[in-house]
């Protein structure tokens, strides 16, 4: 999210957050535009009044570099030349201010399923379902009760069945740039997840690859 007011910023990261979503933060146009370019985000959420470097530059120029990430522009200014200058540079939405906040997580829940080869509001790997909409969480006939940040793993290893993920992608797409390398937090949340999907003795969903990641496989499927 790149956005100067650093209250409303605060604000809507912390709400962001507590969904579940890895949020990185910049205030200024020229910082934003640096980290929107090098790193691989699901989605950009970009004003148009920046210091350094104006949004509409940024967006340009992620355009020219041929990034194809999702881009949100939220913004005060509400005019309609404004909105098809926007949609024109390259946005995919376009939200003015003040907002409403659940609008904004349903744009970014659509710009997510977009993003994705997966569109449906439901996702689901053998007798395991997710409700991207309600975040909720079923297998078989059990209910799993999931915090914002399981559930997100959750859906990103649903997001990419029979891919194998490494520890550095799955904190990249789950946690923000703040988050400490020498941790173990990643293989302690695999590890709460795989519990949980298995309380109930079902087969097992999560497989470890030593030395290299985790992937999702339906049971039968074979791990390589």
């Known amino acids: 999210m790149v956005e100067d007011e650093r209250k409303l910023a605060g604000f809507i990261r912390k709400a962001l957050r507590e969904d579940g979503h890895a949020v990185d933060l910049s205030h200024d146009g020229q910082e934003g535009g640096e980290l929107a370019h090098t790193e691989n985000y699901d989605v950009v959420i970009l004003d148009l009044m920046l210091p350094k470097r104006g949004g509409l530059e940024v967006l340009r120029d992620l355009r020219t570099q041929k990034k194809t990430t999702p881009v949100l522009i939220l913004t005060a200014r509400d005019g309609v030349g404004d909105r098809v200058q926007g949609l024109d540079a390259g946005a995919d939405d376009y939200l003015t201010k003040p907002f409403a906040l659940?609008?904004?997580?349903?744009?970014?829940?659509?710009?997510?399923?977009?993003?994705?080869?997966?569109?449906?509001?439901?996702?689901?790997?053998?007798?395991?379902?997710?409700?991207?909409?309600?975040?909720?969480?079923?297998?078989?006939?059990?209910?799993?009760?999931?915090?914002?940040?399981?559930?997100?793993?959750?859906?990103?290893?649903?997001?990419?069945?029979?891919?194998?993920?490494?520890?550095?992608?799955?904190?990249?797409?789950?946690?923000?740039?703040?988050?400490?390398?020498?941790?173990?937090?990643?293989?302690?949340?695999?590890?709460t997840l795989r519990r949980k999907l298995e309380d109930g003795g079902e087969p097992r969903l999560i497989h470890t690859l030593r030395g290299v990641g985790y992937v999702l496989k339906e049971p039968g499927h074979a791990v390589h």
Do not use: K
């Open 102 to 191: 659940d609008e904004l997580r349903a744009r970014i829940r659509a710009l997510l399923r977009r993003g994705s080869s997966v569109s449906s509001t439901t996702l689901s790997c053998g007798d395991l379902q997710v409700n991207l909409l309600d975040r909720s969480a079923r297998r078989g006939n059990r209910d799993i009760v999931l915090t914002p940040r399981e559930f997100s793993l959750m859906e990103y290893l649903l997001r990419n069945i029979g891919r194998v993920l490494t520890r550095t992608s799955i904190a990249e797409h789950v946690w923000d740039y703040n988050f400490d390398w020498q941790s173990n937090v990643v293989d302690v949340f695999v590890g």
